[in-house]
C-alpha cells in the first residue's frame, strides 16, 4: 500500500517562508512524477508545481520565481520551498506522486491528505 505524508505547513506572516515536505511510502516500484497541488476556499484545486524523472519542472505563474520545488530520489521526497509568501497563497497543499506500484503495470497517481498553509498577519 502506498501512502503520501506531507509536512510542513502552518501560519507565517506575508513574506515569511515555509518549507513542505511530501514522502511516499510502501511498495513503490518507480516513481515518474512528484508535486503539489493546492486548493483555496472556494476555488478549484491547482496545480503548484511539478517535477518529472526527466528533471523537467513546471511551476504556476503565480508562484513562479517565490517557490522552488526539489526532490530526492533516494528518499521518496519531494520539496516545496515557499519564499516571499503572500495572503493569496492560502490553500490546503496536496502532494501527489504519479507511480507505479509493485505488482501493478500501470502508473497511477496517489495523493496526500493535504497540509494547511495559511499567510495573514
Known amino acids: 500500500q502506498v501512502q503520501l505524508v506531507e509536512s510542513g505547513g502552518g501560519l507565517v506572516q506575508p513574506g515569511g517562508s515555509l518549507r513542505l515536505s511530501c514522502a511516499a511510502s510502501?511498495?513503490?516500484?518507480?516513481?515518474?512524477?512528484m508535486g503539489w497541488y493546492r486548493q483555496a476556499p472556494g476555488k478549484q484545486r491547482e496545480l503548484v508545481a511539478a517535477?518529472?524523472?526527466?528533471?523537467?519542472?513546471n511551476y504556476t505563474d503565480s508562484v513562479r520565481g517565490r517557490f522552488t520545488i526539489s526532490r530526492d530520489n533516494a528518499k521518496n521526497t519531494v520539496y516545496l520551498q515557499m519564499n516571499s509568501l503572500k495572503p493569496e497563497d492560502t490553500a490546503v497543499y496536496f502532494c501527489?506522486?504519479?507511480?507505479?506500484?509493485?505488482?501493478?503495470?500501470?502508473?497511477?497517481?496517489?495523493w496526500g491528505k493535504g497540509t494547511l498553509v495559511t499567510v495573514s498577519s
Open positions: 510502501g511498495s513503490i516500484r518507480n516513481i515518474n512524477a
Open positions: 517535477t518529472r524523472t526527466d528533471v523537467t519542472i
Open positions: 501527489y506522486a504519479r507511480l507505479r506500484a509493485e505488482g501493478v503495470l500501470d502508473y497511477m497517481n496517489y
